[in-house]
């Protein structure tokens, strides 16, 4: 089971989402098929607990709030899919800009232990990512997010 305290910075690891909404990409750039396919395989190794899998979508220049270089993503990602077992990715309003070669996704996430369970504590996110093309290959570079909703007290 996810915890409330783990469930932010796992969503770091849910941004690679599949783009369950719209991954047909109908009319867009081959450059967005590719970022919306990198981020469905990302999905896909987080969904069948391969690490490795999902670090070969990470640029070595990345960093974030949470993790301040590769070393600390890699270690935090390999800590949480060993003590999580089952996870899934829900994604919605997903935007995709590019600019030459580097490129911003922006989108809504929650996370579930299953696919037919509510998020716990219902949590949804607001996440911005950046992404940088390098040898024809888009990698991920930075990651933020914060809660889309604020509970009422």
């Given at each position: ?6 469930a932010?910075t796992?969503l770091f ?11 047909s ?14 981020l ?14 999902l ?16 070393n600390a ?11 999580n077992?089952?996870?899934h990715?829900?994604?919605?309003d997903?935007n995709v ?10 989108f ?7 696919p037919?369970?509510?998020?716990e504590?219902g ?5 911005g ?16 997010w914060?809660p ?6």
């Amino acid at each position: 089971m996810i915890k409330r305290k783990h469930a932010t910075t796992l969503l770091f690891l849910f941004l690679a989402g599949s783009l369950m909404l719209g991954l047909s990409a109908c009319g867009s750039s081959e450059d967005e098929m590719a970022l919306r396919s990198n981020l469905r395989d990302m999905r896909q190794a987080i969904s069948s607990n391969k690490a490795d899998v999902l670090m070969k979508f990470v640029d070595e220049s990345y960093k974030s709030p949470a993790h301040p270089n590769i070393n600390a993503l890699r270690n935090f990602v390999n800590s949480h899919l060993s003590r999580n077992r089952v996870i899934h990715i829900y994604l919605a309003d997903i935007n995709v800009e590019i600019d030459g070669d580097t490129a911003t996704i922006v989108f809504f996430s929650g996370t579930a232990d299953g696919p037919d369970k509510v998020p716990e504590r219902g949590r949804l996110f607001k996440v911005g990512t950046r992404w940088l093309k390098t040898n024809g290959q888009w990698l991920l570079t930075q990651a933020k997010w914060r809660p889309a909703l604020i509970p009422r007290n």
